[in-house]
């Protein structure tokens, strides 16, 4: 059975740091791209950053010099370190499997969406 598990968010202070995972299971990570995705309180779902099977990674404006996502295919898992977190960085943040990283155009994701991490940035 295919999963992906998100975990690491919390409560933070504007200008701290976070680090979310994302664990999966069930099919070869090696094989894969991932990408994360952030949906903010009363807004749509939007893409935030992904990495290619092949370690290439693509940030939204919003998050680059910020976010840095990597990837660990022995441990099946997937991080997305979050500096300097902003009050719009608050939300859920989903991991999910995709064909492309195209995430501002045309992509699908493979599998149902997770229950997220719920990350919120206080003052």
């Known amino acids: 059975q295919v999963q992906l598990e998100e975990s690491g968010g919390g409560l933070v202070q504007v200008g701290g740091s976070l680090r979310l995972s994302c664990a999966t299971s069930?099919?070869?990570?090696?094989?894969?791209?991932i990408g994360w995705f952030h949906q903010a309180p009363g807004k749509e779902r939007e893409g935030v950053s992904c990495?290619?099977?092949?370690?290439?990674?693509y940030y939204f404006d919003s998050v680059k010099g910020r976010f840095t996502i990597s990837r660990d295919n022995g441990k099946n898992t997937v991080d997305l370190q979050m500096n300097s977190l902003q009050f719009e960085d608050t939300g859920v943040y989903y991991c999910?499997?995709?064909?492309?990283?195209?995430?501002?155009?045309?992509?699908?994701?493979?599998?149902?969406w997770g229950r997220g991490t719920q990350v919120t940035v206080s003052s």
């Open positions: 999910a499997r995709v064909n492309s990283c195209n995430l501002g155009g045309s992509y699908y994701t493979y599998d149902n």
């Open positions: 069930g099919f070869t990570l090696d094989y894969y791209n």
């Open positions: 990495i290619t099977s092949d370690r290439n990674t």
